[in-house]
């Protein structure tokens, strides 16, 4: 059964950084894309940015620029770094991960969201 734990959300005020981690732990024979989407209240699940195997970035024009995605493939884990953070900012981030199992299903998992809350 593979998990993804999500950790680093919080309150940050206006023009400040936050960093936000997801590891994947369990039985993966192989991890394709990794991302964050967020969702604030009464708006539609949005991306954020996502990265490839091999480190193609992706990124919503509204945080180019302003957040960085990286991953240790080692560690099955994704970051996203959120610098210069807004108010608008402010949402559930969800940490994604599409894999191939170890039967090789093709999987498209969710994590289980962290707030994010961004204070003027």
């Known amino acids: 059964q593979v998990q993804l734990v999500e950790s680093g959300g919080g309150l940050v005020q206006a023009g400040g950084p936050l960093r936000l981690s997801c590891a994947a732990s369990?039985?993966?024979?192989?991890?394709?894309?990794m991302g964050w989407y967020r969702q604030a209240a009464g708006k539609q699940r949005e991306l954020v940015a996502t990265?490839?195997?091999?480190?193609?970035?992706n990124y919503a024009d509204s945080v180019r620029g302003r957040f960085t995605i990286s991953r240790d493939n080692a560690k099955n884990t994704v970051y996203l770094q959120m610098n210069s953070l807004k108010p608008e900012d402010t949402a559930v981030y969800y940490c994604?991960?599409?894999?191939?199992?170890?039967?090789?299903?093709?999987?498209?998992?969710w994590g289980q969201g962290t707030q994010v809350t961004v204070s003027s």
């Open positions: 369990g039985t993966i024979f192989s991890i394709n894309v």
């Open positions: 994604n991960v599409k894999y191939w199992s170890t039967s090789i299903s093709y999987i498209d998992l």
């Open positions: 990265i490839a195997t091999g480190g193609r970035t």
